[in-house]
């Protein structure tokens, strides 16, 4: 066979789409991807970041030169892959629910619009369970990120956080966004691309995306009388200068200052909020309600269940790897030990975590000893 064509909406393109496509290319010397594009829709990534995010993906697979990926809109599927010289279509079957529909789809494209007919493939077990809106529907409990990781190629979860990012802090800094647009587009520029640092394998974009998370649930539960605007900019700014090692500065010093270069005086209290999260260094004996909201959310993590924190553990030993391992372990449980002494969470709304949190760290203490 020539040419296959697998078409959706691939909002956004998961792991069992990237099985279809690579099923697809044992069956046709050629696979042509169609996005689908529904301006009365409302999708999550326009149809061109959809297009670029499959072309990426697809061109990193054995045979991705093989892969070609196109838009269309307000046309019938089957007869446009008969237009561009392929005659079936390939579609992922994950249930008898999937073949009842699909089949009558078949139907209608041979005998109504005299269509490409259609192959269906059955995904292994790991997979059946896997599609766009399944992903979407596991956004909004505490970790979602964390669950959401194993159903989507790198790059497009990558992209996901980052649209769950640009959102939440759009949302939050619409007051602001007439006087300061050029400050928060470059602000925004600045998250994605210091926190996507291949370096970075625990303080980065999932890091702030938890942190957002936790501050959307104390939003959601609690009637507050906080700046939310200010603590949403201290989350995203508070380790965007990580790992400089500067004799003068600390990162969070350095964070601190680049958010007041960009958004001046405005942002003086989210200012203060990032050098709060100087944890081994900051008086808490006179820390503002904000600031132990702050803390508590930035150390949300060692609150977490033992599978989160483990991969927490990880790649902070992943950030850590250019040192010796007997350094960095010596240092590491002299940090634990520290945390352990005092009450890590300062703000009652996150006192639920306290427990856990003392737990995970005598694990870990222990594994050091």
């Excluded at 900019?233 to 600390?250: M, N, P, R, W």
Aim: hydrophobic share 40%; charged share 20%.
């Amino acid at each position: 066979m020539e040419k296959i064509v697998f078409a959706g909406s691939f909002d956004p393109l998961t792991n069992g789409h990237l099985w279809v496509i690579q099923e697809g290319l044992n069956i046709a010397k050629e696979v042509i991807v169609f996005v689908a594009e529904n301006n009365a829709k409302k999708t999550m990534f326009s149809a061109q970041e959809r297009l670029e995010m499959i072309q990426k993906t697809c061109s990193a697979l054995p045979n991705g030169n093989r892969i070609s990926v196109m838009i269309i809109n307000n046309e019938y599927t089957a007869r446009k892959a008969i237009q561009i010289g392929a005659t079936h279509l390939i579609r992922g079957i994950r249930s008898s629910g999937d073949f009842d529909y699909e089949s009558l789809i078949q139907k209608t494209n041979t005998d109504v619009i005299h269509g490409a007919k259609t192959l269906f493939v059955m995904p292994p077990r790991e997979l059946e369970s896997v599609s766009s809106s399944f992903v979407k529907s596991l956004v909004g409990p505490i970790g979602w990120h964390f669950h959401i990781k194993s159903f989507l190629p790198p790059l497009v979860y990558e992209n996901f956080l980052k649209k769950f990012i640009e959102k939440t802090f759009l949302e939050h800094f619409k007051p602001h966004l007439t006087q300061d647009y050029q400050a928060s587009t470059k602000f925004l520029d600045l998250v994605f691309s210091n926190y996507s640092d291949s370096h970075r394998h625990y303080h980065n974009l999932e890091h702030i995306t938890h942190c957002l998370q936790e501050m959307l649930w104390l939003k959601n539960n609690f009637d507050l009388s906080i700046d939310y605007t200010q603590l949403t900019v201290a989350i995203l700014a508070h380790d965007i200068i990580y790992g400089q090692h500067s004799k003068e500065f600390t990162d969070e010093q350095l964070s601190s200052q680049l958010l007041l270069d960009i958004f001046g005086n405005n942002f003086l209290l989210a200012s203060s909020l990032v050098l709060s999260t100087q944890h081994f260094i900051t008086d808490s004996s006179s820390l503002s309600e904000e600031a132990k909201i702050m803390r508590s959310i930035d150390l949300a993590i060692l609150g977490q269940d033992k599978i989160m924190y483990n991969s927490y553990v990880e790649n902070i030993k992943k950030e850590y790897c250019h040192i010796p391992q007997d350094v960095f372990n010596s240092s590491r449980l002299k940090a634990l030990k520290s945390l352990n002494e005092k009450t890590l969470f300062e703000s009652p709304y996150f006192s639920h975590y306290e427990k856990i949190a003392h737990c995970n760290l005598n694990d870990e203490i222990y594994s050091l000893s």
